[in-house]
């Protein structure tokens, strides 16, 4: 158990003194008491001991009479703000209970007898109960601690905006007791709200205008977070897990005023203190700040091309995981033990040339995941690229010996011819294969006009880069053959690749989050790839499989490595002319060029200051980064 340390504000005694002189008594005036610190505590989603203990120890400093007072507030629970029947209403308070002692018992860890933990459900589900003088009552005098559960935010604001609640929940902030929460808990504690997706918009629509559902206060004054809630900066949950980067990236351009925002993973929390100080993160993973006011990113922003993605240079992001890094929301700048950042890295004349390894190459398509749009823009460009060549086109399948390459080759076969391509021929690579078959391969790759790899086997790419390369992939396309790398064969494009396998739907929430840990079952290896493009690394399927602590991963592997993220249905088309993004979503690059830290929290977890992102639309150019 850790000790609490009791708070210094109170009353200094009167200190009388005697002037004989004057034969008087003068009484000198106590001295100010200390304002309270007002402190916010989000938890990026779950109930994990370690989070609420940061939680309850906020509370437990405020404590002045033995007794730590801990409010449970279930605006979030419902599923409809006006009406529960009681079932639900017990329903709901019951499953509370298990909350509230998981609360209790994080309380009890950090406080030291003869101090106890007193933990209350107020049974605020409705709109109506918010409005109950009772209920009200019960979050005044003595409560130190608020804390607002996981489940709806919408359903939250809605029950409690501009009621009775609120102010009692305002008066108790503005004297100083913290206010936690997880998951939805934790995204009412910004004014400035995520309210979610709109319509069916899911993570990789993140950077798509309007896919987010921005409760910014306007028009409609009463779609917002708390009323007192953080102003500086919006609050995002769930941040790396379930893969919200990109849309913290979107609710941070679309903020009226400073464009900051505070990410806080699954079992992950932090301390934000006076609208300023975001400090003691805690838990699994790491908070994540994005800053686009430095660099005047958000000023610079837009949204291009007829599916309206959003396109925006050097906006930063900083990993602040368990250890001694925090970030200063009012002076934008990270703090490493304790001591701020010196300033800003000078980004003058910042610039990355995406371009082919050979000035002779043929076109080079890096595509995310083309199988659900094998009628689309990518797939037309080459097919006409093939169609023109001198030679058959080669479908080139990777995968294990009992896996799926060859089925994934023959199929594209079939859709090459419908889409243009008179003469196609298909082959695998697995390992293990004989020297027979590698010059078969070998002599069926230099014949070839043009050449597609496809894998859904990232894990056997990265194995078997030697093997591509032996097979003449490289000499042929530095020659001047068309060659398309589709998904896991998109991977093996740059200088290193991700040598791990395709994430089931199942696991994408897991390694969302644990992708940004060092060591652990989802830690990421990181393989030589083809050098193609050299100086750069390609994740597919990065906005769909969450993939954002893979591109990490490679930065704080490789910090001069360029890493960038395609998603499915989207490539790069690579000439020596430049890169071009060609499809329906944006591509998301991660430069660790000018980080000042790269090294590993107290968890294992990335810690990276100063990253930079950049993300393009469709029809733009990213073979230069102009100085913002």
Sequence with gaps: QSMVHKPTRRTLPLVLLTLLLLSAVVVLPAAAEEPAPQRWVPIGASYEADTLSLFAAQAADLDTD????LRVLPITYGF?????SDKDR??????????ANDLLSACEFVVVAPVTCDVTIVDIQIRDDAFDPAKVALLGDGVDGVYIPGGDQVLAMIVVANTPTEDALEALFARGVPIGGNS??????SFHMIAGYTGDNYPWDGLKQGAVDLWYGSPDPDQRGLRFGLQPAVVEQHVLQRGRLARLLQAVKELPASHLGVGLDNATAAVIENSQSVHSVTGLTAAAVVDQDTYGTAAGASYQSSAAVLSMRAAVLHLLPPGPYGYDLVARQPVVGGVPDAGAPDLSGRSYGLLPASAGAGTLWIAGDLSGDKAGPVVQRFAQAAAAAAGPTLVLGVGTPNGNGQSLASTWKEDLRRAGVPVVASA??????SAKARATLRSQVLAAGAIMVVSDQQDVVAELVPELAAAGLVERWASGAPVLLDNGAAAAAGSWMSAERQPTADERE????ETFLLSGGYAVDVAPGLGLVPGFAFEPRALYDYRWGWLASQVYHHPHTIAIGVDDALALEVTPAGATVIGADGVVVLDGRYARVLAAGTNDAIAATWLLVDTFAPGEVVAVVAEP
């Design 66 to 69: 033995g007794v730590v007072m």
């Design 428 to 433: 695998s690579l697995t390992p293990g294969l």
């Design 184 to 189: 939805a808990g934790a995204a009412v504690q």
């Design 90 to 99: 017990t329903k709901n308070l019951q499953l509370l209970q298990r909350r």
């Design 510 to 513: 897991d390694q969302g989050s």
């Design 80 to 84: 409809d703000p006006y009406v529960i």
